[in-house]
């Protein structure tokens, strides 16, 4: 005969064990399971569309609307401009003029050099002569605005000549705002100064921005590229006009990483484009022993202009990728299968963890009674 106590524990055992059974499936976790998550796909009237990604649907993703932040701002292309400088308003004139007569109405029989200095060229781009009034300036070189001076005022002192040097004012200076050790104006040397060549002078772009991204702003138009794409391709170092205004700063587009996946956290995008694959490595992988390799989900909602007549685009505003990185194709097309930015990147838990969760209850369970003495 069994003693009462040994009965009851093996009661309490037996229904403690048919307990956790039942709940198999229903234990915590530290990440869902690809079904749960996806479970209400079926519905008559489901809440989102889940789409396999495989080496045939990426050329159909890839003509959908984008989503997130997107930074495909235009870029204007690199062309040769003349190694030379044109005056423009604000800029600062130094004359000296050479008058070798004996009656000059500018030099003195010591002194046969008249010097004018910071003569600044009006709003309206002429500069004031003595003896000759105004001439316009503007949008000359600097010979050639000599030789405009140099004519004009020989019709009043035959002998004299001219010499001209100019310092650049605002209109012939670019403002280099942020994102290198040197920011500051700086003036164009000539006609031919491109945004690489600003950057240098500004010593170089900070080593500590994440994928750097430069902005240029022009006439209330803004213009972006980044650093990496403008380095590649040396048909995009643009040309600079008085007035443009360049900053360099942090890409701020960031996707997030949810489940069991190596690190659950906001990430910054590290490149231009990224892949699936270049995010659950970016994301630390993903959990050996715990995650479902079968299971990684990107999770992404379009706007509700995806869904109209005659735009390419998904069945829902709310989408579900599923990758399979247990299969060649999977992995190959998670390597071409581009991350918007304010995806969400899911790595499930596999389902097989709760079924070793209560195993391990049960076991432990066996461990307790049997060191009572109780079976």
Not at 242 to 248: C, N, P, R, Y
Not at 255 to 264: N, P, Q
Not at 311 to 335: C, E, M
């Amino acid at each position: 005969m069994i003693p009462p106590n040994k009965t009851l524990a093996l009661l309490a055992f037996a229904l403690l064990s048919g307990l956790l059974l039942a709940a198999c499936g229903r234990l915590p976790a530290g990440a869902p399971v690809r079904e749960d998550v996806l479970k209400n796909a079926d519905a008559a009237d489901p809440e989102f569309a889940v789409y396999t990604v495989n080496r045939a649907f990426l050329p159909t993703v890839a003509q959908w609307p984008g989503t997130g932040r997107q930074e495909r701002l235009g870029w204007i292309g690199h062309s040769s401009g003349p190694k030379t400088q044109i005056i423009q308003p604000g800029d600062i004139l130094s004359l000296r003029i050479w008058d070798s007569s004996d009656n000059s109405l500018l030099t003195s029989a010591e002194q046969k050099v008249a010097q004018l200095s910071d003569v600044k060229v009006a709003a309206n781009g002429s500069v004031f002569m003595p003896y000759v009034g105004d001439i316009s300036v503007i949008g000359l070189t600097p010979d050639l605005a000599r030789e405009s001076m140099q004519t004009s005022l020989e019709i009043i002192v035959p002998s004299a000549q001219v010499q001209l040097s100019m310092a650049q004012g605002r209109s012939n200076s670019v403002d280099l705002v942020s994102g290198v050790p040197n920011p500051g104006a700086y003036p164009l040397p000539d006609r031919n100064f491109t945004v690489m060549s600003l950057l240098a002078a500004g010593g170089g772009v900070n080593a500590n921005l994440n994928n750097p991204q430069i902005r240029l702003v022009r006439g209330g138009a803004i213009y972006g590229t980044s650093v990496d794409r403008l380095l590649d391709n040396p048909n995009l170092d643009t040309l600079l006009r008085g007035g443009d205004q360049v900053f360099v700063e942090e890409d701020e587009r960031y996707f997030l990483s949810f489940g069991a996946a190596g690190e659950e956290d906001l990430h910054i995008f590290a490149k231009d484009d990224m892949s699936a694959m270049d995010a659950v490595s970016i994301m630390g992988g993903i959990a050996d022993g715990k995650a479902d390799p079968k299971g990684l989900l990107i999770l992404r909602e379009y706007p509700g202009s995806a869904l109209r007549t005659g735009v390419r685009g998904p069945r829902q505003t709310r989408v579900v990728f599923t990758v399979d990185l247990t299969t060649a194709d999977g992995l190959f097309s998670a390597r071409k299968f581009q991350i918007n930015p304010d995806d969400l990147v899911m790595v499930t838990e596999s389902p097989i963890n709760d079924a070793l969760t209560v195993s391990n209850i049960i076991g432990n369970l066996f461990g307790v009674f049997s060191r009572a003495g109780v079976i």
